[in-house]
T-cell receptor
Framework: DSGVTQTPKHLITATGQRVTLRCSPR?????VYWYQQSLDQGLQFLIQ???????AKGNILERFSAQQFPDLHSELNLSSLELGDSALYFC????????????????FGSGTRLTVV | DQQVKQNSPSLSVQEGRISILNCDYT??????FLWYKKYPAEGPTFLIS?????DKNEDGRFTVFLNKSAKHLSLHIVPSQPGDSAVYFC????????????????FGGGTRLMVKP
């Protein structure tokens, strides 16, 4: 158990629908990152939140949105789903910038596998 | 534009031999590089990292080499074990998109390593 909890683990939904993916970061971590991994692709950065505020944005579609709540858990909302949105969605957390010796490492959750049919 | 590339989607080696996984990058401003390992149905886990001011970092069976002039890094696993079979992701950190909230990592597409007994 990495300490980062993602729910649900699997989700099957129809095109045009909306889903919400949830992430609870590791205790003490203030930053949450969302990544998408499509079939045979690397991890594509979507968005980062720090202590409730959006801090960085990657290639996130306008149909997707996220937020981080006061208890630091985060939700990724995917709407008007298309077949191409089928992917693994990972959440990661970090305490923040730890400095070079701190390693810059993220702790990842086990992911949510979204299948759009 | 892929800033971090892992050109070998898969690699097969015999148990006890050396595994060499390669990664190329294009952004000369990257200041920190990391390797993550991913087993099926799990999130990526941090393996080893290297600062851009170094050319080698070693941790047990794992050694990462950085060649800044070639914008190339490699992960050596010696000796390889069947339990090392996993997907390995190379990642890089750009200080100019970092903030005190934590750094954004750019990931390569991954290399699937299979270690045969």
């Amino acid at each position: 158990d990495s300490g980062v909890t993602q729910t649900p683990k699997h989700l099957i939904t129809a095109t045009g629908q909306r889903v919400t993916l949830r992430c609870s970061p590791r205790s003490g971590d203030l930053s949450v990152y969302w990544y998408q991994q499509s079939l045979d692709q690397g991890l594509q950065f979507l968005i980062q939140y720090y202590n409730g505020e959006e801090r960085a944005k990657g290639n996130i579609l306008e149909r997707f949105s996220a937020q981080q709540f006061p208890d630091l858990h985060s939700e990724l909302n995917l709407s008007s789903l298309e077949l191409g949105d089928s992917a693994l969605y990972f959440c990661a957390s970090s305490v923040g910038r730890t400095g070079i010796e701190g390693g810059y490492g993220y702790t990842f959750g086990s992911g949510t596998r979204l299948t759009v049919v | 534009d892929q800033q971090v590339k892992q050109n070998s989607p898969s690699l097969s080696v015999q148990e006890g031999r050396i595994s060499i996984l390669n990664c190329d990058y294009t952004n000369s401003m990257f200041d920190y590089f990391l390797w993550y390992k991913k087993y099926p149905a799990e999130g990526p886990t941090f393996l080893i990292s290297i600062s851009s001011i170094k050319d080698k970092n070693e941790d047990g069976r794992f050694t990462v080499f950085l060649n800044k002039s070639a914008k190339h890094l490699s992960l050596h696993i010696v000796p390889s074990q069947p339990g090392d079979s996993a997907v390995y992701f190379c990642a890089a950190s750009d200080p100019f998109v970092n903030n005190n909230a934590g750094n954004m990592l750019t990931f390569g597409g991954g290399t699937r390593l299979m270690v045969k007994p």
